[in-house]
């Protein structure tokens, strides 16, 4: 097959972008290939993919960490970490128990496909009392092209902090990703934090292929967002975490498919914000340069003030809780403020971009 100047230009760029983000692995790093069901310390594991190779014992830091039996089945509830984490196979499912704190540099979520080029599916779940730790990038299904089957994330609980290069749902590139795979994100409960270290990166995205992130519960701390979101369910909005300030940005990829990003407030969701003072608080920076930003908030939605660093809040003040492209309030909000019998307003000010302002009376 030849290849146009331009193709081979266009691979040699997606080449050059992707390994420069990926990190060199340790020394000494191998695969370790668990070849049947069980606990992650379970001698289940192996050096290479056939079950007839060498037992090893299981991953550790250095080491990528691969589930590859067809309807496997396995628990983590222990501390532990490795290089890279995916399932291989089909029908396949990992759950993070109570006492699971999991790290892992990456996450390439589920990955594989058959002789039929039919992508594999498979679960992984998180409930309270587990911890579950991404360094660089969290990527759900469709990494690379064969990876062209489903993954499912589904958040019950506990905590995911995710950094570096966030949350891919889907991979990153059209040349190199799967356009097919689906990648499916639902937080129900829990902390789902994200603090995109890398610029350039969109902190929570949907990918080259099919990504949904659906919202009924749970909180979601972030510092970027690249993909419409709507906190539908009973879900909690808080930039900046437990007592820190924080701003969330929406930042988009070039290569997303959305002509416009709209975030959505339900009336049984709410945001909690922090505050320190009338420009010291969290916020959303809910703006694009192409105007592309749009936030809705249904009547009797919560907006719950937390003053922090001492501080009260007194007659007059205003908070610039979210700037947006376009904001569309839909009748009064529910306001609460942590510790103040103060009764408080909400207005939409500005042209462009707009600034919903919660203020003191």
């Known amino acids: 097959m030849k290849l146009s100047l331009k193709t081979f230009a266009l691979f040699a760029l997606c080449a050059a972008a992707l390994s420069a983000a990926i990190s060199e692995p340790p020394k000494g790093s191998e695969n370790r290939w668990a070849r049947k069901s069980g606990n992650f310390k379970d001698t289940i594991w192996f050096k290479e993919k056939a079950a007839k190779a060498e037992k090893s014992a299981a991953p550790t830091a250095i080491h990528t960490a691969v589930f590859a039996a067809t309807n496997g089945k396995w628990v983590i509830n222990s501390k532990e970490e490795v290089w890279t984490f995916a399932q291989r196979a089909n029908n396949t499912s990992t759950t993070f128990q109570r006492g699971a704190d999991f790290t892992t540099c990456w996450f390439f979520g589920q990955r594989g496909s058959d002789n039929k080029m039919k992508g594999y599916e498979g679960s992984f779940e998180i409930g309270d009392g587990a911890t579950f730790n991404v360094k660089e990038r969290f990527v759900l299904a469709g990494n690379l092209i064969e990876d062209s089957g489903t993954g499912t994330f589904s958040q019950k609980g506990g905590t995911v902090n995710v950094g570096g290069q966030g949350i891919y749902l889907t991979g990153r590139w059209p040349m190199t990703s799967s356009a097919k795979a ?82 959505t407030q339900a009336t049984s969701a709410k945001m909690t914000v922090n505050v320190a003072g009338r420009s010291s608080l969290d916020q959303v920076n809910w703006t694009t340069p192409d105007r592309k930003g749009r936030a809705v908030f249904e009547a009797g939605t919560t907006f719950e003030l937390v003053p922090v660093k001492n501080y009260k809040p007194k007659s007059g003040d205003s908070y610039s809780v979210f700037i947006a492209d376009d904001i569309e309030l839909r009748g009064d909000p529910v306001i609460k403020c942590e510790g103040s019998m103060r009764t408080f307003k909400a207005q939409v000010t500005g042209n462009i971009p707009k600034r919903l302002q919660i203020v003191c009376e």
């Open 182 to 263: 689906v990648g499916f994100y639902g937080l129900q409960g829990g902390s789902l934090n994200i603090n995109c270290t890398e610029p350039n990166e969109p902190g929570l995205t949907q990918g080259t292929g099919n990504g949904i992130f659906s919202w009924q519960g749970g909180t979601l701390n972030a510092s970027h967002v690249g993909m419409s979101i709507a906190n539908t369910g009973t879900g909690n909005l808080s930039p900046g975490g437990d007592e820190k300030i924080a701003t969330m940005r929406l930042a988009p990829i070039k290569e997303s498919k959305e002509s416009l990003y709209t975030y």
